[in-house]
């Protein structure tokens, strides 16, 4: 049986990290905030929500919820964006997406701050990624991805790494994040011909194509290690990942299960993100007077 990847002892580490600077902070006098602006009341939106601020409140992070009417208009939405924006007690933002088809999500990445883009929004801190420049705030799921290899101490230099996806939001990202770390990558999509034998030639294998159980046997080999970013609805109030798991657990050298893997983590970074934007927003001469009146 392969090894599983699991996330708990990498979330554990990570957190611990967090928490010594988080209370440095608090010392100081600032209290880590986060700013979460959902539209609606999607269920999965508000699942995820509720999740985000019980983390943020185990840490010691100081979460505002902004709810806006699923019907807001683009104006009224920026002039929240900009609240926030300007607030100095709000360290890191996080809008839920998709927005709602009045809301332009390509105007609106442009006004997030940067320094407080907590979920990679904005295309400045994109492009940072792009350059090879990982000191600003990363996208959460490709960092999942590397806190996991890191922390299971997996070697990156010269390895051979295919990423099944080329979204914006992980594949594209995470490619040029395992390329900093100098391992040889090839992107892979829906379309890419003979699918199933380049997968089954790379050391490291990560699935982020959205589709579920995508990956099967077909796809892997007895020295494969599998990174499963999927998470997809079985239908039975189950998730499962891009990976058919039961399929090739027994086949690989390791793998992440789903759930209890890259998901798991990734709300985590979030969390790590807001402690990255508090050192974004001293180094430019931020001044935070934080005090317990609400925002509201």
């Known amino acids: 049986m392969g090894r599983i990847l699991e996330a708990k002892p990498v979330i554990q580490t990570i957190k ?22 959902r539209v609606g009341n999607r269920p999965d939106d508000v699942y995820y929500e509720n999740s985000i601020v019980k983390n943020c409140e185990s840490m010691g992070i100081w979460p505002q919820r902004f709810i806006l009417e699923q019907n807001i208009s683009m104006d009224d939405f920026i002039e929240v964006l900009n609240i926030v924006n300007a607030e100095p007690r709000i360290h890191g933002i996080m809008i839920f ?29 994109q492009a940072k990624v792009f350059a090879g420049d990982m000191s600003g705030l990363l996208p959460c799921t490709p960092a999942a991805v590397m806190e996991t290899l890191k922390y299971y101490q997996i070697g990156l230099k010269g390895t051979h790494v295919v990423v ?32 199933p034998e380049v997968c089954r030639n790379a050391d490291i294998l990560v699935a982020a194509i959205g589709k579920a159980k995508f990956i099967d046997d077909k ?39 789903v759930p209890g893997g890259i998901g798991s ?32």
């Open 16 to 37: 611990e990290d967090l928490k010594q600077e988080i209370n440095g902070f608090v010392e100081s006098g600032i209290k880590p905030s986060l700013a979460i602006i």
């Open 97 to 125: 997406r998709p927005l709602p088809r009045q809301l332009d999500e390509e105007i609106l990445q442009h006004i997030i701050d940067p320094a407080k883009d907590i979920d990679c929004m904005n295309p400045l801190n």
């Open 164 to 195: 099944v996806g080329r979204s914006m939001v992980v594949g594209k990202p995470l490619s040029m994040m395992l390329l900093k770390e100098d391992s040889t990558v090839t992107i892979c999509h829906s379309k890419t011909q003979n699918l």
């Open 219 to 257: 796809y892997i080999s007895d020295k494969s290690i599998v990174i499963d970013v999927g998470i997809n609805d079985t239908g039975d109030g189950k998730i499962c990942g891009d990976v058919d798991f039961q399929a090739v657990v027994n086949k690989v050298q390791a793998i992440t299960p």
């Open 265 to 296: 983590i990734t709300t985590t970074l979030l969390l790590k993100n807001v402690v990255q934007a508090i050192h974004l927003q001293k180094s430019r001469h931020y001044r935070n007077d934080f005090n317990h009146k609400d925002l509201h």
